[in-house]
């Protein structure tokens, strides 16, 4: 094996751990945190379905953004869901045969990364366009901006621009799901994918990417408003009330 | 009124606000009255910065990390889209770019990554972290006294970020190492020494009320009682002590004791539970919210009341509605012998606590109360919905009842009614300007110029609609607004409560 296929064989299992065990992590941390308050943002809804619904809307149309800037709502929300097409495309790399849900998908995924980067462009305009925004904008906020505009450009350089030898490189993803590890296709365009979507799986668990497993444990969009009904107690909480008894 | 020392902010020509461009420091000389020795020793805090304030900041922020899943997923899950910079009341009448939430709570967010995340300890410049300064302690006492905790930006963030939740935060680490607030901490002593906020001892209560049924008998020639501490009554209710003397809260208080008179209800005050207002909301401090609390349970427990009525007042209904059941029991669904101990008194088939509108609008669906609605025909009337009960609770069984509720209940008594512009009421309503811990002098001209975006809201239904009466069911909202609307060239008599509305309209018998 070239030390090429060993370093990008190495990087994407430190990848794959970081992103699977930080997020792992991460959702343990929250879920063990009291919620000692019932604070959902009302009008809430009064039931447990409901609520699945709310986050529902939450997560699929981004509701809240939607009532709030239809600017950020559009860019925001193309890139998401062009993001959401690409990445089910990708499964085609790590399935053999491909199932007819991922080839139906394939002309679809290919053509939403040019939405997914446009989304991001008008993200990124609005950190120099809008004073407000730009107040608030870090040097972290232009470099995510930054890696996945490189990872969409570098990606669709392979489908648009200059095909990669697809077979190759299907068989070096199969080796990583398999561990029979084979050569990853010496292609600039394509090693310089994979080494910016290893980095996004890195600093996935570490930054405000967090914001994915930080919505579902909202309490504001998360909590049933019932609290005539139903006594809403966090264990640390519970303790004063036996010393009152 | 005297010049004020700052601008007052131009109306605009229209409803809506205008989002101004960012004044970086504009508002950074705002700074409440640090609290002094006497509230903060009452209270457990010190009372100035020791040696160390920066590890027990510090400490204390990993405490209630460790406490609250709101702060601990609030810190990580902002992502600067800036979706909030354009909502808070504070931002749009200031201009300060702190006053953006997203920047109030980067004043926490930086130094939480500073010292509990890896890429803040490794890389700080990288992502906007930094160590925590008496600079930027200074920062937080000013700015976290520049939020009303009104979860207006909590509405419109993806991610349900709710600034209020770390106001409260930034405000418990600051009592934490001296930096008390005044006006809060004080209020704070107060009500768990008196009884109530504004420190009115039981006699002085019992001489006011004596002295209020006497005007209400000779003004409408009825005997309306306002019982006090009687034992074995129906109903307690519990209001803001506001409501015992200022204006125009009084008027409300008047209204709910013709209520009461019109349906033959038994019901008492309490000179223990004088007070709905819990200001341990605003700090962040659950113990002291609590024990603000239990005064309630205590008075409902010893009077042996099967009910729990609460009047106007935004914050507290929060507390009562949201947080009562949790924090003293006051509910149902309790299975713990301390909620049990509560519950069985009360009468299960009335939601406790109530709201004193869900109260009057029942009886008014019932037929149970009359009106004679053109007594009020001198009012164009327009409501503003108070942020907590707006975005904090709920009244009825539907969501939204507690914007239909006091909607219905003004409609009921009086034929002229226009709502605000679709944008400033309902969930997405303006903050008055006031709550949440800043109704004090020392803040006025912030209160004023959070006070803008209704303001322009109001100014254009007064101009297009004539109205002249903003009705409220907020203490809070009724003494900021009549403290601030003369700034905007509007009478302080334009002010008052929706139970205002129902005293002047509703017909009493003997």
């Known amino acids: 094996m070239s030390a090429l296929t060993v370093f990008f064989t190495g990087l994407y299992y430190i990848a794959a751990i970081t992103l699977i065990g930080g997020l792992a992590y991460r959702i343990y941390e929250y879920s063990r945190t009291p919620a000692p308050l019932n604070i959902p943002t009302t009008p809430a809804p009064t039931t447990r379905v409901g609520v699945s619904l709310r986050m529902a809307r939450e997560v699929v149309l981004f509701e809240s953004l939607f009532k709030s800037n239809k600017w950020i709502w559009v860019f925001g929300w193309l890139f998401h869901v062009c993001l959401a097409l690409v990445l089910i495309r990708h499964v085609r790399y790590f399935q053999d045969p491909v199932c007819e849900i991922i080839a139906f998908i394939q002309p679809f995924g290919m053509y939403a990364s040019i939405g997914m980067v446009i989304g991001l462009l008008g993200l990124w305009a609005r950190r120099f366009l809008v004073d407000r925004v730009r107040y608030i904008s870090t040097p972290s906020d232009h470099l995510m901006l930054a890696l996945l505009v490189g990872i969409g450009l570098t990606g669709m350089s392979m489908t648009f621009v200059a095909h990669t030898d697809i077979v190759a490189l299907k068989g070096f993803t199969m080796g990583l799901i398999t561990f029979d590890w084979q050569p990853v296709p010496n292609d600039f365009n394509l090693l310089a994918h994979l080494f910016l979507v290893a980095l996004l799986m890195l600093v996935f668990p570490i930054s405000k990417l967090l914001h994915v497993p930080g919505v579902f444990f909202s309490p504001t969009r998360n909590q049933v408003d019932n609290p005539r009904e139903r006594r809403h107690i966090a264990p640390w909480a519970a303790a004063l009330d036996k010393e009152q008894v | ?510």
């Open chain 2, 1 to 510: 009124m005297a010049a004020p020392k700052f601008e007052v902010p131009k109306l605009s020509d229209t409803a809506y606000t205008d989002v101004p461009k960012i004044q970086e420091g504009s508002m950074s000389h705002i700074k409440s009255f640090i609290a002094p020795q006497a509230p903060q020793e009452f209270l457990g805090y010190p009372w100035e910065l020791a040696d160390d304030w920066k590890e027990r900041a510090i400490d204390r922020m990993g405490q209630l990390l460790g406490k609250y899943r709101s702060l601990r997923v609030f810190m990580d899950a902002c992502v600067h889209c800036g979706a909030c910079t354009d909502k808070c009341h504070y931002y749009l009448g200031s201009a300060d770019p702190k006053n953006m939430p997203v920047a109030r709570q980067e004043l926490m967010r930086k130094v939480y990554r500073r010292y509990f995340t890896l890429p803040g300890k490794i890389a700080p410049w990288l992502v906007g972290a930094e160590d925590l300064t008496k600079d930027t302690l200074d920062q937080w006492y000013s700015y976290y006294h520049q939020c009303s905790e009104c979860r207006r930006c909590s509405v419109f963030c993806p991610y349900g970020i709710d600034t209020a939740e770390i106001t409260m935060a930034g405000r418990e680490i600051l009592n934490h190492v001296g930096m008390g607030q005044k006006y809060s901490n004080e209020i704070l002593g107060k009500v768990q020494k008196i009884g109530n906020n504004l420190g009115l001892p039981g006699p002085a209560l019992e001489d006011t009320l004596l002295g209020l049924e006497e005007d209400i008998e000779a003004d409408t020639g009825v005997a309306v009682k306002m019982p006090l501490d009687v034992q074995g009554a129906e109903i307690l209710l519990v209001t803001p002590s506001a409501d015992f003397f200022s204006e125009p809260h009084v008027e409300s208080l008047i209204g709910y004791a013709k209520v009461f008179h019109a349906a033959g209800a038994s019901w008492t005050l309490s000179s223990h539970a004088s007070e709905a207002g819990n200001f341990g909301l605003f700090n962040g401090n659950y113990e002291t919210m609590r024990t603000v609390a239990m005064r309630i349970r205590d008075a409902a427990l010893e009077l042996g009341v099967k009910r729990i009525v609460v009047g106007e007042c935004g914050h507290a209904w929060r507390v009562a509605y949201a947080f009562w059941n949790t924090l003293t029991g006051i509910g149902y669904g309790g299975n713990d012998p301390f909620s049990i101990e509560m519950q069985k008194q009360l009468d299960p088939r009335y939601k406790q606590p109530m709201h004193i509108c869900e109260y009057t609008w029942d009886l008014i669906q019932k037929g149970v109360l009359k009106f004679d609605k053109s007594l009020n025909d001198h009012r164009t009337i327009t409501f503003h919905d108070s942020c907590n009960v707006a975005r904090g609770s709920r009244m009825g069984d539907e969501p939204g009842g507690q914007f239909t509720i006091p909607r219905n209940i003004i409609k009921a008594v009086a034929n002229n009614f226009h709502d605000m512009a679709a944008e400033t009421i309902g969930e997405s309503t303006f903050c008055c300007g006031g709550g949440g811990g800043v109704l004090t002098d020392d803040l006025i001209e912030l209160r004023v110029k959070g006070a803008l975006p209704r303001m322009n809201a109001y100014n254009a239904v007064a101009k297009e609609e004539g109205v002249n009466f903003l009705a409220l069911i907020c203490a809070i909202c009724k003494a900021q607004f009549t403290k601030v609307v003369p700034f905007y060239g509007f009478d302080m008599s334009q002010v008052g409560g929706v139970h205002q509305l129902v005293s002047t309209a509703i017909k009493l018998e003997d």
